[in-house]
């Protein structure tokens, strides 16, 4: 049973009527069975949070996720997501009154700040369980009901579990009247892929083809960068003259004038998308489709990530290539995946250049022996350093679902 309001909280409610509810057409309908609410508090969390949905999806078949972002947020901005991403409404009881009724989630996870209290204690009310991730002292009351008390308390008690990443924000939290037994230390979700394995069948013979030369991945290369990579290839070849490059463009339709332009550099190419054989003597290997990055990741020690060494594409994920075992270079416009990139940077995985004849050394110094090797280890320690508390995080979630007793069926 619900707890009535405060009446600080009743009055902080009244106040903040008079904001004006989100604009906007019809909600999507409401997914049958168990449904999970889950809120990124900015756009540099999506991915993380992505990926743990992926995780946990995978361990409760049937679950159905609602991701949402701050009223004032740009979606369109944000990077993908596989679940459904819609704003949140504003800070009107009225307005978070009609999201809840319409979602009716089953349980609320928060990662980050910008904690609403008329949505958080609404949904608290109702008796959802909601966890906050990635806590921060960081309460959006609207502006009418900043002088009222206790309405931060209020907020952060409505969540039944607190995960903070510092004793510092510990501190602040336990301080506006928490219960300690609520706080506890935890580290922020981690980019966690699910990769999609690999015929083992084609990975040794495209080993085996290559086998004996050293070989570096191009990936999402746009045209604006061909004459960049493809330079830095011909440098890289005066001192390792058996490199092969895998050149994966990002539009297919440029690998047909990309060809001629490699016939008439003089440079041997095979397009993997028509079935040409790779030889001895081919220098590069044109390719175009996205799913078979998992096998040429797999191929290559070094994977240079395209559309970041010209303004205006942003980069690309790195993820996938770090996952998979493979070194990153990578341009200086990386701003769609820069906290990926930072953190890539920080640990060692990943190197910046800024020019072709950067890219061209980098290649070399990377194939080196061990160099490349240990770039991938610090990319693999980091990709799986999250994982024991992502299992932690499930089986937390698990727990208060199973603890539900809804019948779906009626809801």
């Known amino acids: 049973m619900s707890k009535a309001p405060s009446l600080s909280l009743a009055a902080y409610r009244v106040l903040s009527w008079g904001l004006p509810k989100s604009k906007g057409g019809s909600l999507p309908p409401r997914p049958e069975g168990e449904l999970i609410w889950l809120h990124a508090a900015n756009k540099h969390r999506l991915r993380a949070v992505n990926d743990f949905c992926h995780r946990l999806i995978q361990s409760r078949p049937g679950l159905s996720v609602l991701m949402t972002a701050p009223p004032d947020a740009d979606v369109e901005t944000w990077p993908h997501s596989d679940a459904l991403l819609i704003n949140l409404p504003v800070e009107n009881p009225g307005a978070a009154r009609s999201f809840l009724d319409h979602w009716?989630?089953?349980?609320?996870?928060?990662?980050?700040?910008?904690?609403?209290?008329?949505?958080?204690?609404?949904?608290?009310?109702?008796?959802?369980?909601?966890?906050?991730?990635?806590?921060?002292?960081?309460?959006?009351?609207?502006?009418?009901?900043?002088?009222?008390?206790?309405?931060?308390?209020?907020?952060?008690?409505?969540?039944?579990?607190?995960?903070?990443?510092?004793?510092?924000?510990?501190?602040q939290v336990r301080r506006l009247g928490i219960a300690g037994s609520k706080v506890a230390l935890f580290p922020p979700l981690r980019v966690n892929p699910t990769l999609r394995s690999w015929p083992e069948d084609e990975l040794?013979?495209?080993?085996?083809?290559?086998?004996?030369?050293?070989?570096?991945?191009?990936?999402?290369?746009?045209?604006?960068?061909?004459?960049?990579?493809?330079?830095?290839?011909?440098?890289?070849?005066?001192?390792l003259p058996r490199l092969a490059m895998i050149l994966h463009v990002a539009d297919m339709s440029e690998v047909g004038p990309l060809r001629k332009r490699l016939e008439a550099m003089d440079l041997r190419c095979a397009n993997w998308e028509d079935g040409d054989m790779i030889e001895d003597t081919?220098?590069?290997?044109?390719?175009?489709?996205?799913?078979?990055?998992?096998?040429?990741?797999?191929?290559?020690?070094?994977?240079?990530?395209?559309?970041?060494?010209?303004?205006?594409?942003?980069?690309?994920?790195?993820?996938?290539?770090?996952?998979?075992?493979s070194a990153v270079i990578h341009g200086p416009y990386v701003q769609n995946h820069q906290e990926i990139f930072d953190q890539l940077d920080e640990v060692g995985?990943?190197?910046?250049?800024?020019?072709?004849?950067?890219?061209?050394?980098?290649?070399?110094?990377?194939?080196?022996?061990?160099?490349?090797?240990?770039?991938?280890?610090?990319?693999?320690?980091?990709?799986?350093?999250?994982?024991?508390?992502?299992d932690t995080l499930i089986e937390i979630v698990q727990e208060h679902l199973d603890h539900r007793g809804v019948d779906y069926a009626g809801s």
């Open 204 to 239: 040794i013979e495209t080993n085996h083809v290559l086998a004996g030369r050293p070989v570096w991945l191009a990936a999402w290369v746009e045209a604006t960068e061909f004459i960049s990579v493809l330079s830095a290839h011909r440098q890289a070849m005066r001192m």
């Open 349 to 390: 995985a990943a190197q910046a250049v800024n020019t072709a004849t950067e890219l061209g050394d980098m290649v070399v110094e990377l194939l080196a022996p061990d160099q490349a090797a240990n770039m991938a280890l610090a990319g693999w320690q980091m990709v799986t350093d999250g994982a024991p508390q992502v």
């Open 282 to 325: 081919t220098q590069v290997i044109l390719a175009s489709d996205p799913e078979d990055l998992g096998l040429w990741h797999r191929v290559s020690p070094v994977t240079f990530m395209g559309s970041s060494l010209e303004q205006g594409r942003g980069g690309q994920d790195p993820i996938s290539a770090t996952a998979l075992g």
């Open 104 to 171: 009716r989630p089953d349980l609320g996870l928060w990662v980050g700040g910008g904690l609403m209290p008329n949505i958080i204690t609404r949904a608290a009310e109702r008796g959802t369980p909601l966890i906050l991730l990635e806590a921060e002292n960081d309460v959006r009351v609207a502006l009418a009901g900043k002088w009222l008390p206790d309405i931060a308390r209020h907020t952060f008690d409505s969540f039944r579990t607190i995960h903070v990443t510092s004793e510092d924000t510990a501190r």
